[in-house]
């Protein structure tokens, strides 16, 4: 006879009794503060509905759910697509499926699929946040059905989950010193409006380097827009009509850094000798413009393992760590510097 | 009260029996050549587990599921992570939920990503499959589940669902003629190991152009490599190295053309003017090379919509359909013709 399967959830249990499914939460792990009346009504009511809470060992003892999720803002960039594509193959050796999801930038958007996972009975999940999710709270339906989770490369301030990041501030301040050693002076950063801290800490680092360095940092060459090549191209424009050209470029990203490189071109300029160019990320594209792109790469086989590691070692062990991974960058110089 | 979740499937049945689903599907449809006593055993068996047949009313009348699934060969390659990111963000708008699967080119992954799709309860499942799935079989469990499916860029050969197909012979037809109306008459194509019909049909467009234009078809000018810029850099170099070098060069993808038109600036030929490059897929990349890489472009945005709209369609009016839409492809002129 095979195990009857259980698909009841805290959420089924909230919407039966109509109230939120982390209060559903509180009262079932007692925990916070929930009334006794509500708390008794929220037992019986899953009791009655069969609720199990301990989903992962539950999965255990079926033999069931192997199933990894992966949760990232946006498919199209390299970074994302090429991050999720080995994921998938080290978890499927491993034994794992993997079923992954688009937030499209959109918290909302992530804030459902991270429910519905709940119903998909996945075992662990791997996420990188929208630019705007400030917050982890949308992730602790995760946790209350003991789920272990891992953010990558974005994740929310002060989230308690494991998190492997990139030392952004590192990578940024590393491509402006390497800049400098060239013989630059007039440095400008090429940033975007997005707000997450990533960005911020890019920016943070491209400061600081300037400050080490004894170079003044000046408003007018720190630029923020939109995210792809020609954006990059536009950018390129404003920076270049300023009384007080630039001679070096850092952009937030290779796409835009290759909007760059052509606008220079463009007008006539050579790089590196005029100006030199550094991107971020380590896209093959930026081996196909002229000339290839420096770039300040986050590794990726080092961001895909840890993740996977981590969430594995969660898994395994049966209990929701917290720990935070920090892979260190490297510039690949190229012939744009 | 909620209606209990009813996740029982025919494989569960089949498990139970240790029968394969096939039959059990075929038992329960009372179609196919199943012996009597079997089908009652299955039967009885469904009853007893309680499984229910048609999981799309099911699904309409638990208002739950109202997921899509997206399963593609790889998501590292422009046109896969572009057509997938497209079809979530309109699936979205749509109200829909849209999980993404990677099969890495692998139909061993791909079938037992079908397999777990039932259980996972989608409403409809859009695909393109691995460069050696050459039969539709493993999908005909989501037929028997009455879930509809839509093959889109690559299906298998005589599937019997409803496709968007690129008509990719034309698309390398019209490449190699406009290289011959810029006057070009030695043209090689650089193609793939890969032997999925849309590389066969590719092949034959080229062939049957050069054939229309009274040009030889010479062996030594196709040849067969892997699928990114490297192999189109090598690829060239072994062209270049003939004795009857090509004045013109199509490549099966633009990454492979951007290789080929790296190597031919190495070595100082000019492009177009001593030989021209075109290129397949409208890869962002094509734009970051110089000169620009003319390409045969899929209409992602058509693909996208007739994908969706065909699968949409058969969900609605709960039924499987077939129907073949034949996106024609454009040649985007930049640089390198």
């Known amino acids: 006879m095979i195990e009857k399967r259980n698909t009841v959830t805290i959420k089924d249990v909230a919407r039966e009794l109509g109230i939120h499914h982390v209060t559903v939460s509180r009262a079932l792990r007692n925990t916070g503060s929930v009334k006794k009346e509500t708390r008794d009504q929220i037992k019986k009511k899953a009791s009655e509905l069969g609720y199990k809470p301990n989903r992962l060992a539950q999965n255990f003892r079926n033999k069931r759910s192997n199933v990894l999720a992966v949760v990232v803002p946006d498919l199209r960039p390299y970074f994302f697509s090429k991050f999720v594509s080995d994921f998938m193959n080290i978890a499927q050796e491993a034994g794992y499926s993997v079923m992954i999801f688009q937030s499209s930038e959109k918290t ?10 709940i119903g998909y009975r996945v075992t ?12 982890e709270s949308h992730f602790n339906i ?4 003991n789920i272990p989770y891992v953010f990558f490369d974005r994740a929310p301030e ?3 989950a494991t998190q492997v990041l990139v030392n952004n501030f590192q990578g940024a301040y590393e491509a402006v010193v390497a800049m400098i050693k060239s013989g630059k002076r007039k440095i400008a950063y090429i940033s975007t409006h997005y707000q997450h801290k990533i960005f911020r800490d890019r920016l943070d680092g491209y400061k600081q380097a300037l400050k080490d360095n004894n170079l003044p940092y000046i408003k007018e060459l720190v630029i923020k827009g939109g995210f792809f090549m020609n954006d990059g191209f536009d950018q390129a424009k404003k920076l270049m009509d300023l009384k007080e050209k630039p001679d070096g470029i850092l952009a937030v990203r290779d796409e835009i850094g290759i909007g760059v490189i052509k606008y220079l071109k463009k ?4 790089i590196p000798e005029d100006v030199a160019v550094i991107g971020f990320d380590n896209d093959p594209m930026g081996v196909a413009c002229e000339p290839e792109l420096t770039t300040v790469a986050q590794s990726i086989p080092s961001m895909v393992s840890s993740s996977f590691d981590l969430l594995i070692r969660q898994i395994n062990s049966n209990t929701l760590s917290f720990e935070k991974k920090i892979i260190e960058p490297s510039i690949i110089y190229r012939g744009s510097v």
Chains 1, 2 share one sequence.
């Open 124 to 135: 662990g999940v791997v996420a990188s946040v929208t630019k705007d999710t400030v917050y």
């Open 108 to 117: 909302g958007v992530e804030k459902e699929i991270i429910d519905a996972l």
């Open 158 to 160: 002060q989230a308690e």
């Open 267 to 270: 007008i006539g300029f050579r």
């Open 142 to 145: 995760l946790r209350d059905e």
